[in-house]
């Protein structure tokens, strides 16, 4: 496998040439919040608004063809990315929430009553527990919560002890935003179907440093967003298996969703249309076809092998200080470090690290429920992509010393 | 002066090593509660007023970062014999100094050593901070019960 050419790769990411607080290089270790933005996207962005800004679908003039050509492309880049079978089954949204939601209001409501019951899990971003709780209050849904053990990895036992033929759907988080942590999606997915229930992945943390093949997964519905795979904010998929998208009514009404209107009745457009009402967000999307090229041509593997070694580098360097507990210590984890430290709250740490360039995330991360299980306010994260190094660890490392200091 | 040593000073250290009056009054005469859910800080102002009305006794109690947690202990030391007026009048003054409103150099002020806050205008982010438990007092005196910095 080949290794990533670091000094290339930083090279195409114009954020990390800048430098913060008198003259210190940026060291970026918010990854997991969202991913910078290499030159390759900023440009099809850009040439997108300077040469082809027109809307898609509708237009007889050459912009328009241009736009919609580049549009439905990247709608095939994200089908082989994720290795669909059909565009039909690539539904673009607003990011992964928006994607959630779709699936909560469209075949939640379509397919769900009183007393059926959805699985979630104890380390669900706040985006895959407030939905399915709207659904609860509006239709008297069960919510089931799968616990998580001291490491941070899902029960499985009691996983399996969860599921039972009131089992609906089974929505679950591949990477954890706040622990690292992997689940063995394929093992969960697998134990619902033989209970016959579907199963949504979140898939917003996993996408930019693992293959992911919904057919060999064999998932219902998969959602992920544009920003953190390099790609701009304000996009995203939904993935869903094309008999279930066909079957379920539409989210949102408006144009482009509809083949006919008449006062008295309207026929809707065919997937993935019928999804996608209204002028959506072209230049995004077409911005997150160029992320997936950059990702495609650097190889998932070579990134997974990449961030698997500055994991194990930075697991050894935090896990020597005095005073640093990590909280999120799975078997299986990508390149996620939450941690604490003694007596030295979170915010205290993040404001004076970004002192030291180097940007880190405080706080709960979305996801509450993971803090009240570890018992703690919040935690710093710090989460590693494709361009940092081993330097950056250091430079973390050698930073909380000085938060240390501080507060000695 | 660096942001470390601007906002950590040692005044600030040493409210957030060993605050002052930290802990919930039982019974109490007025309490609130705020959250800033940005950060998860939370906490509880409590206090006690006495027979002419100025505050005999101030607490707070909850979690939060060194900046939230030095700024409620000093605020209740300089709180107590207060009446509610001048009570309120100090939270204006204090606000005014975290957002960089009012100058303490220049201008006329009983802030004492809380002045020790007068930087933080310079870092948005963490003027929140310093205000959520001066606006969780505030409330308890208007007779609110739940304050949020967002």
Redesign the interface.
């Known amino acids: 496998m080949k290794r990533l050419d670091l000094t290339r790769i930083r090279n195409d990411f114009p954020a990390l040439q800048q430098t913060v ?1 008198d003259d210190q290089p940026l060291v970026y270790l918010d990854n997991a919040a969202t991913t910078l933005k290499p030159q390759s996207v900023i440009d099809t962005i850009s040439h997108h608004y300077s040469s082809e800004s027109a809307n898609i679908h509708r237009g007889v003039h050459t912009l328009s063809e241009r736009a919609t050509a580049r549009y439905e492309a990247s709608r095939e880049s994200v089908r082989a990315f994720i290795n669909a079978d059909s565009t039909h089954s690539i539904i673009f949204t607003g990011g992964t929430t928006a994607a959630i939601n779709l699936v909560a209001r469209s075949w939640g409501r379509h397919n769900l009553q009183a007393g059926d019951e959805i699985i979630i899990s104890h380390m669900e971003h706040h985006s895959n527990i407030v939905p399915w709780q709207l659904l609860r209050d509006s239709m008297g849904i069960v919510l089931k919560i799968i616990p998580i053990t001291d490491d941070g990895a899902l029960d499985m036992d009691a996983y399996t002890d969860l599921l039972s033929e009131k089992t609906k759907l089974v929505s679950i988080i591949h990477v954890s935003n706040s622990l690292g942590t992997i689940n063995p999606v394929k093992e969960i997915i697998d134990a619902a179907h033989r209970e016959g229930a579907r199963v949504l992945v979140d898939a917003a943390q996993s996408v930019s440093n693992q293959v992911v093949d919904v057919q060999a997964l064999d998932c219902d519905f998969l959602a992920f967003s544009g920003h953190k795979l390099f790609g701009p904010t304000g996009i995203g998929v939904l993935y869903g298996k094309e008999d279930l998208l066909n079957d379920m009514p539409p989210d949102n009404g408006g144009g482009d969703m509809i083949l006919s209107v008449t006062f008295e009745k309207t026929t809707f457009n065919r997937l993935p249309y019928k999804f996608e009402a209204g002028t959506p967000h072209i230049a995004g999307v077409i911005g997150l076809g160029a992320a997936i090229d950059y990702v495609n041509d650097i190889g998932l593997e070579a990134i997974a092998a990449h961030e698997d070694d500055l994991l194990r580098y930075a697991t050894d360097s935090l896990s020597a200080l005095t005073g640093l507990r990590l909280i999120g210590t799975a078997a299986h984890k990508t390149s996620i470090l939450s941690f604490v430290l003694d007596d ?5 740490v993040g ?2 690290l970004d ?1 030291h360039g180097v940007a880190i995330r ?3 991360h979305c996801t ?1 429920p993971v ?1 009240q299980r570890f018992g703690v ?2 935690t710093n994260r710090a989460s590693l992509s494709i361009y940092n190094t081993r330097d950056d660890v250091d430079a973390l490392a050698t930073a909380i010393s000085s938060v240390q200091e ?2 000695t | 002066m ?3 040593d601007e ?2 000073q040692q005044v600030i ?1 040493e409210h ?1 090593r060993n605050p002052k009056n930290f802990g919930t009054l039982d019974p109490c005469s007025h309490s609130a509660e705020g959250f800033n859910p ?5 906490y509880t102002v409590s206090l006690n007023l006495s027979e002419d009305a100025t505050i005999a006794e101030v607490n707070f109690d909850g ?5 939230s ?1 030095a700024s409620a202990s000093m605020m209740t030391q300089a709180l107590i014999g207060l009446d509610v007026l001048a009570a309120k009048k100090l939270f204006s003054e204090f606000h005014n100094l975290v957002t960089g409103k009012l100058d303490p150099d220049t201008e006329e002020h009983s802030l004492g050593k809380l002045t020790a806050f007068s930087g933080i205008w310079k ?1 948005p ?2 003027v929140k ?1 310093a205000g959520l438990c001066w606006h969780t007092l505030n409330s308890a005196l208007s007779g609110g019960d739940t304050v949020c910095t967002e």
């Open positions: 607080h030295i709250h979170p915010h205290d404001s004076i002192q405080a706080g709960h509450q803090m306010p919040a501080v507060f | 660096s942001m470390t906002l950590y250290l957030n940005v950060c998860g800080d939370h979690t939060g970062c060194a900046i947690k870092y982010a963490r901070c």
